[in-house]
């Protein structure tokens, strides 16, 4: 598959983006563990870019990394000490995960089997799965490169089911796929924790990094988006490795000539522009000024204004899991309209 500069070739025109004009969407979890009621939410405060929520409220096999691990194909997963490991067989820890999952789809199909626009799902990437999962022996996944080249492949593989199952229950749909990857930072730098605390796991080289995410990018034939919600996003290794954009928290960027060189050579940008959650005594930003903090971003990096509503999406900061149900709501009103402000410079 050509790189994302090439699937997308301009970023003059709105068709040139998996996304419409002016979009805005979620990162991915809501509080509570009603799946009904936050698609209705999600469908009704997100309509041009609804996501599939997640609550990990719901315990085991709604978190991150036990919902992705319920995709893998052939590597069955179990809880053990509260921490996802590699299992001989499959178990009643996977087969909740899988059971939410299916449910959670049946429900999307329910509410939004008309949907005729974007929807994006949310998965582990390869590196963040593998920093969160143990080995049967012990230790992270994270140890043993070839361990790590084989979840990929398994993680590839479901994810391939995983986006036909969605297409099938939404056939009218363009299915976006969320990479979150908030370990890929510490996983680079070699700071992700052995299980002891008094070590860390040698760094991972950024072009083996960006040949293994490659593959998932590759395999799943979508247009893929890397979420990660840290410090020190590597911006050039996400491009390179094909993805069509950048999940990132605005206040979080210290250095604009990564992201600003990103977007130049055709990197999307879904700009987490509004605190997940409120601040003390506070309430949640209005949509004018989530629509100001995005376009002082947009003017800092020296791009034309026109490009800015094609290119980038409004987001959250990051996922609302630990935010209330009033805020979650006026967040995604607020980014919904921020989009819409943008898009009528």
């Known amino acids: 598959m050509p790189p994302a500069a090439d699937r997308y070739p301009s970023p003059v025109t709105a068709s040139a983006w998996p996304w419409p004009l002016g979009a805005a969407t979620g990162i991915g979890s809501l509080p509570g563990t009603d ?29 991150l990394i036990g919902r992705t691990g319920g995709l893998l194909v052939e590597l069955p997963v179990e809880l053990y000490a509260a ?21 959670d789809l049946d429900q999307l199909a329910e509410q939004a089997e008309e949907y005729a626009g974007p929807v994006k799902v949310q998965a582990a990437g390869p590196y963040t799965l593998a920093a969160g999962i143990d080995l049967p022996i012990g230790g992270r996944m994270l140890r043993d490169p070839g361990a790590v080249r084989d979840l990929t492949g398994s993680l590839a593989e479901g994810l391939r089911a995983h986006l036909a199952a969605v297409a099938r229950r939404l056939p009218r749909a363009s299915v976006l796929l969320q990479l ?6 510490a996983v680079l730098a070699g700071r992700v924790p052995t299980e002891s605390g008094f070590g860390t796991y040698r760094s991972v080289p950024q072009p083996d990094a960006a040949d293994l995410l490659r593959t998932v990018v590759e395999a ?19 491009r390179s490795a094909g993805a069509a954009g950048v999940a990132l928290d605005l206040a979080l960027v210290k250095d604009l000539d990564p992201l600003g060189e990103a977007i130049d050579a055709g990197l999307g940008l879904l700009a987490g522009a509004a ?34 509503p094609e290119q980038v999406v409004v987001t959250p900061a990051c996922g609302l899991a630990g935010a209330t149900p009033q805020h979650v709501r006026a967040v995604l009103a607020a980014c919904r309209d921020a989009g819409r402000r943008l898009a009528e410079d």
């Open 275 to 308: 605190p997940a959650t409120p601040p003390p005594g506070g309430r949640a930003p209005t949509s004018a000024q989530v629509a100001d903090r995005v376009r002082q971003l947009w003017d800092r990096l020296g791009f034309p204004r026109r490009r800015l």
């Open 180 to 185: 979150d990857e908030p370990s890929l930072p």
């Open 83 to 103: 921490h996802w490991r590699v299992a001989p067989r499959p178990g009643r820890e996977l087969r909740r995960a899988r059971d939410l999952m299916e449910r």
């Open 35 to 63: 799946i009904a009621e936050a698609q209705r939410i999600v469908l009704g405060e997100l309509p041009a870019l609804p996501h599939l929520p997640e609550l990990p409220a719901r315990g085991p096999g709604a978190d």
């Open 220 to 238: 799943v034939g979508v247009p893929v988006v890397v979420h990660c919600c840290a410090p020190d996003v590597p911006l050039e290794l996400i």
